[in-house]
């Protein structure tokens, strides 16, 4: 029975050992590499609901509102497109995706997406603010992926890890149905919808 149990111990912990987080990109362009499956008729404004490449067959899903962005990484649920809250003010993705992958022997599943935004701060002539969203992927088997918290990038040369660390130690575990998005600095917090 002992000889059993320390067979198994090892065995995980050898399973344990080989499993890594590591970072993966992907290019990201909302005119070039998506494709728009819905949009506005004459009269009903300007909006568009866009499928994009993302990393290694998980989509990038880009709604657009009056110039206004908001995404969804991974695959979504069945029936709706999922509609999460994003920036209030006029915004803009990156054109960089950092993918969290998981990679163990024999399987690689990305877990988080971190992607450079640009909100509009309403003054003329300011700059942008830069700010790193970290977002739950959903996969095909569970479905659900959300914003999971927002790092300032602006004025931030921690900003990158910063997002890594919030990606390895929260996404996994995240209920976008009850969790609180993690956002530390207030004027992230003024600047995000929901």
Known sequence: MMRALLIAASLLCATVARAEIVSEYT???????CTAYRGSEPGEGDWADLVCAGYQGYPVILAYTD??????YGFPPEGDMPRQ???HPFNRPGSRIEWRIDRQERTEAPFAAIQRWF???????????????????ATIKD??????GFVMATG????????RQLADETTRDFDCASDERVIADPAIRALVSG
């Open 85 to 87: 809250a994003g920036f």
């Open 67 to 72: 110039l206004r962005y908001t995404a969804f």
């Open 156 to 163: 931030n040369a921690q900003a990158n890890e910063e997002a």
């Open 119 to 137: 909100a509009s701060t309403g003054e003329e002539g300011a700059r942008d603010l830069e700010i790193l969203a970290v977002s739950k992927v």
């Open 27 to 33: 290019e990201f362009d909302g005119y070039d590499d």
């Open 143 to 148: 479905r659900t992926g959300c914003f999971v």
